[in-house]
């Protein structure tokens, strides 16, 4: 009988092991060698192999063709990559067998960046090529480059392609794109329900955004304008969609009863019975009245009060008061960040609040190591930019400016926002303009100031911005980046506040007040001619704080100036009244129109402007339940 072979090897390992002597290659006792190894470099070393071998054309066995490019690949690359490819390659298809294949409805470009992924992991995005890609790899089913494309068109989304990209986030189901772009075509729908992007939504497209309780709208007459223009925009194969857009429409928020009488009476809304029904119904028993207001709708033009007194206890303020004139309420929207003061504050024509530089207050001010004057006073010029987000009521970081500075001025045209004057490091100063591209957000150098316009006011009227300070008067053209002398007022204007209302000019000096009354001067930019209207009064027994200049401004249509009225014998900085009067043109007479008192210190300098401000996202004055934010 055969037997087995013995082991010497084994026993004698075994033998020693058992009698504590370490022989040959034996690990020592209690050293556990692992049975299992992962290389964490393997996946990627044979990736790197695979491109070393496309590029040198080693084991190619495939050619994409796609318009009048070639890509030489290798089929186990694309299957393991793309679904569609392996599906290609292994179902028997005729593609199985064939060395070269042609692809239809993709473009070369983004083929070439989908392969250079099977081969790399890496994608390079821009927005000029990123829809061409997702369409591409929703055909070839790579789920990775899908959403990483949905996620940098979000992140790209603004209001000039929301709503194309609106357009193509539901043509493809992309509801990551698809809700960001919603949301800000609902946050501009006036601006952009004029557009021609707009025009061409699809009916189904225009009824999901034209059902929104989130329409930043005034009025629902807006609503309906901008549905009768996309309907007559080519109303032959478009009034399918009319009675389901009919039904989007809230009449019972619309103020004039006779809009449902005329829509009948419509050559457009005749042609569809089921439309007409609609609308014979609501005027037989009227439009319902339970029905939600658009967001929209609760925007108040409101006089927000940027304070720009130095606060060392960043903790204490961190709201900004808001005076709605309509409801005679204050509410407070988010500051910007926390500690900057003397800030400049402009509002543009598309209602963006922007605040850029300011000054923040170091802890150590007035140490040994400072040498000049804004040292001595621990200020640390800044040249940050922020706009607020209406709807979330917080801060976003822009493009900062070239320049740092604070105490300076913001003006804004229709594309643009210039930072004018100011002072820099060593409290000097600065005389350079530079502006700010709203599109592109972009900052460049514009041109620079004459000397001595420092402190100033600034007022654009059309393409020029009017700088005045003191006796001196001047314009700039910012088409032609020209400066130009105007006609002095001939009453000193110290410091003034200015604004444009019916064509001109209104100008009222900070400093140097009469106690009689508020001067008012005008000055007409087409005549170009100065005159007087009548001065404000001044209630018997009050006084005007120097640190609180009048503010001229225009709301709702009419010309105001605000005033801060203080007791001459109890300064109360914590509580101070202001004062609202009116300008009525035809009487050429100011009347108090309203008295209010900001629950807010106020002890040096404020900035006032008007922004129309949603109280559906700010707070009551006495709320503290927020926090200003910033991202």
């Known amino acids: 009988m055969a037997t087995a072979a013995p082991l010497p090897a084994q026993n004698s390992a075994a033998t020693a092991s058992t009698s504590g002597t370490r022989t040959g290659n034996t690990p020592p006792s209690g050293f556990t060698v692992a049975s299992k190894r992962e290389n964490p470099w393997h996946a990627k070393s044979v990736l790197d192999q695979l491109k070393v071998m496309l590029d040198s054309g080693e084991l190619i066995d495939v050619v994409v063709n796609v318009e009048d490019k070639h890509f030489p690949c290798h089929r186990a690359v694309l299957s393991a990559c793309s679904p569609y490819f392996k599906a290609m390659f292994t179902s028997g298809m005729e593609e199985c067998n064939r060395r070269e294949i042609t692809l239809h409805d993709v473009d070369a470009n983004s083929v070439g960046q989908i392969l250079n992924y099977a081969y790399t992991s890496k994608l390079d995005l821009s927005m000029e090529t990123v829809q061409n890609l997702f369409v591409a790899a929703s055909m070839f089913q790579i789920h990775f480059i899908q959403e990483t494309c949905a996620q940098f068109m979000s992140a790209h989304v603004d209001v000039n392609n929301c709503v194309s990209l609106f357009s193509f986030a539901c043509s493809y189901n992309s509801q990551w794109l698809k809700r960001g772009s919603k949301e800000l075509i609902e946050q501009n729908f006036h601006q952009l329900s004029k557009t021609d992007d707009f025009m061409e939504l699809h009916g189904s497209e225009l009824v999901c955004i034209l059902a929104s309780d989130n329409l930043n709208v005034q009025r629902e007459d807006q609503v309906l304008d901008a549905a009768k223009r996309w309907l007559e925009y080519d109303p032959g194969r478009r009034i399918k969609f ?81 005076f709605s004139i309509k409801s005679d309420e204050i509410f407070t929207m988010a500051a910007p960040p926390r500690g900057l003061w003397d800030y400049g504050v402009t509002v543009t024509r598309l209602n963006d609040v922007i605040v850029a530089g300011g000054c923040l207050v170091d802890d150590h001010s007035g140490s040994e190591d400072s040498y000049d004057t804004s040292q001595d006073l621990g200020l640390r010029p800044q040249r940050d930019v922020y706009i607020y987000e209406h709807t979330h009521d917080r801060w976003h970081k822009r493009a900062p400016m070239l320049t740092e500075r604070f105490d300076l001025h913001l003006a804004a045209t229709d594309t643009h926002v210039y930072a004018i004057g100011g002072m820099g490091r060593g409290g000097q100063h600065l005389d350079v303009i530079e502006g700010y591209d709203l599109k592109d957000n972009k900052w460049k150098y514009v041109t620079s100031m004459p000397p001595g316009l420092s402190p100033l006011c600034a007022i654009v009227y059309g393409t020029h911005i009017y700088v005045i300070q003191g006796d ?138 008007i922004a129309g401000l949603n109280v559906n996202y700010l707070y009551p004055a006495d709320s503290d339940d927020s926090d200003s934010s910033e991202e």
């Open 472 to 609: 001196t008067f001047l314009s700039f053209d910012t088409e032609t980046n020209t400066w130009s002398s105007r006609l002095p007022s001939g009453g000193c204007l110290l410091v003034p506040s200015a604004t444009v209302f019916q064509d001109q000019l209104y100008f009222v000096a900070g400093y140097n007040l009469p106690r009689s009354g508020i001067p008012v001067q005008v000055y007409n930019p087409n005549a170009k001619r100065w005159h007087r209207v009548a001065s404000i009064p001044i209630r018997s027994g009050d006084f005007l704080h120097f640190t609180c200049r009048p503010k001229v401004m225009v709301i709702d249509t009419k010309l105001h100036v605000l005033v801060k009225h203080e007791d001459d014998e109890e300064d109360d900085d914590d509580n101070a009244l202001f004062s609202l009067y009116q300008y009525n043109t035809e009487t050429d007479k100011w009347t108090l129109s309203h008295s209010f008192s900001f629950p807010y210190s106020i002890r040096v300098d404020v900035r006032f402007v």
């Open 242 to 322: 009319l009675p389901e857009i009919t039904r989007q429409v809230r009449f019972s928020l619309i103020v004039d009863s006779t809009v449902v009488h005329s829509l009948r009476q419509h050559e457009l809304f005749k042609r569809s019975p089921e439309c007409c029904q609609y609308l014979a119904r609501l005027s037989e028993a009227g439009p319902p009245r339970s029905v939600k207001q658009r967001l929209g709708m609760g925007e108040r033009s409101m006089i927000v009060c940027f304070g720009s007194s130095p606060n060392f206890d960043p903790d204490e303020v961190h709201r900004v008061p808001c």
